[in-house]
């Protein structure tokens, strides 16, 4: 007997955007106007800020390369990106029109995903997917956990540093959505990582629900298609790519359809009862 989704919504919402308003966000047969475009060098991080209503394009302009991207709302970043809710409300690989949810008491979309040409990927024979929410960022503490050794080389430790121009700081750095990355569940439950399968000009788009500031890490591992950690551990460098980010504004006519998400309208208190 088959199962089914555990998180499923009433009717129609906020979980199924309008796919024809979202769909021409995402379209490249409409006009943009780009406003803002730059390349993160291999193993490195940077943070930018996107306004409302414009398209943040990741791309991998000389082949495969994983991205660690964390958001938040850029004028309160208590709210921020939800990873493991997004992965219960939609998957744990996510593609065009998914969003990317935020914190409690939040919980609204900060960005929906308006294009992705790995979309057609599937499930390889091994049981990998792309567009990863099933773990999180590579860090120096599981690194010293897993060998004994110090090192700054990692996403968490970019986006540590990435950040820091905002005013942010590493308890700021949260969970992330690895962008490219190709993952899965082997046969004893336990997760694994192999080669991404994006190629040169591969690209991923994010609708921007809100002012955001984005972070992106070029993960060390680079396409992944080498062991980090483990007897056969090897020297990622050479499997190391840069990703090119552009920002565009969308012509005000595409956004006619478009209404903000407001957020969470509980007000239950939690059952808590206040006695002056």
Same mark, same amino acid.
């Given at each position: 007997?088959?199962?089914h989704a555990a998180y499923q919504a009433t009717g129609t919402g906020p979980l199924?955007?309008?796919?024809?308003?979202?769909?021409?966000?995402?379209?490249?047969?409409?006009?943009?106007?780009?406003?803002?475009?730059?390349?993160?060098?291999?193993?490195?991080?940077k943070a930018w800020t996107v306004p409302a209503g414009h398209v943040v394009r990741?791309?991998?302009?000389?082949?495969?390369?994983?991205?660690?991207?964390?958001?938040?709302?850029?004028?309160?970043?208590?709210?921020?990106?939800?990873?493991?809710?997004?992965?219960?409300?939609?998957a744990a690989h996510v593609s065009t029109f998914d969003r990317l949810w935020s914190?409690?008491?939040?919980?609204?979309?900060?960005?929906?995903?308006?294009?992705? !040409?790995?979309?057609?990927? =599937?499930?390889?024979? /091994?049981?990998?997917?792309?567009? %990863? &929410? #099933?773990?999180?960022?590579?860090?120096?503490?599981?690194?010293?956990?897993?060998?004994?050794?110090?090192?700054?080389?990692?996403?968490?430790?970019?986006?540590?540093?990435?950040?820091?121009?905002?005013?942010?700081?590493?308890?700021?750095?949260?969970?992330?959505?690895?962008?490219?990355?190709?993952?899965?569940?082997?046969?004893?439950?336990?997760?694994?990582?192999?080669? !991404?399968?994006?190629?040169? =000009?591969?690209?991923? /788009?994010?609708?921007?629900?809100? %002012? &955001? #500031?984005?972070?992106?890490?070029?993960?060390?591992?680079?396409?992944?298609?080498?062991?980090?950690?483990?007897?056969?551990?090897?020297?990622?460098?050479?499997?190391?790519?840069?990703?090119?980010?552009?920002?565009?504004?969308?012509?005000?006519?595409?956004?006619?359809?478009?209404?903000?998400?407001?957020?969470?309208?509980?007000?239950?208190?939690?059952?808590?009862?206040?006695?002056?």
């Amino acid at each position: 007997m088959s199962t089914h989704a555990a998180y499923q919504a009433t009717g129609t919402g906020p979980l199924s955007p309008d796919r024809n308003v979202y769909g021409a966000f995402g379209d490249p047969q409409h006009p943009r106007r780009l406003v803002e475009s730059f390349r993160i060098p291999v193993r490195s991080g940077k943070a930018w800020t996107v306004p409302a209503g414009h398209v943040v394009r990741l791309s991998t302009p000389e082949g495969p390369q994983v991205a660690d991207v964390n958001l938040w709302n850029l004028h309160n970043p208590r709210e921020r990106f939800w990873a493991s809710r997004t992965r219960q409300l939609h998957a744990a690989h996510v593609s065009t029109f998914d969003r990317l949810w935020s914190s409690l008491p939040y919980m609204r979309p900060l960005a929906t995903i308006v294009a992705d !040409s790995l979309q057609d990927y =599937g499930v390889d024979t /091994e049981g990998g997917r792309v567009h %990863d &929410l #099933l773990g999180t960022r590579c860090d120096p503490y599981v690194n010293r956990l897993l060998t004994g050794i110090d090192a700054d080389n990692h996403c968490h430790s970019n986006l540590v540093r990435a950040v820091a121009e905002f005013g942010l700081t590493e308890l700021d750095v949260h969970d992330v959505i690895n962008v490219f990355q190709c993952t899965g569940l082997n046969e004893q439950d336990q997760y694994f990582m192999k080669a !991404s399968p994006a190629r040169p =000009g591969d690209h991923f /788009e994010l609708f921007a629900e809100m %002012d &955001l #500031l984005m972070a992106l890490s070029t993960c060390p591992g680079g396409d992944l298609s080498l062991d980090m950690w483990g007897e056969d551990k090897a020297d990622t460098t050479e499997v190391c790519r840069p990703i090119d980010v552009e920002v565009f504004e969308l012509p005000p006519v595409l956004l006619e359809g478009w209404t903000a998400p407001e957020r969470s309208s509980y007000a239950g208190g939690h059952g808590l009862r206040y006695v002056p």
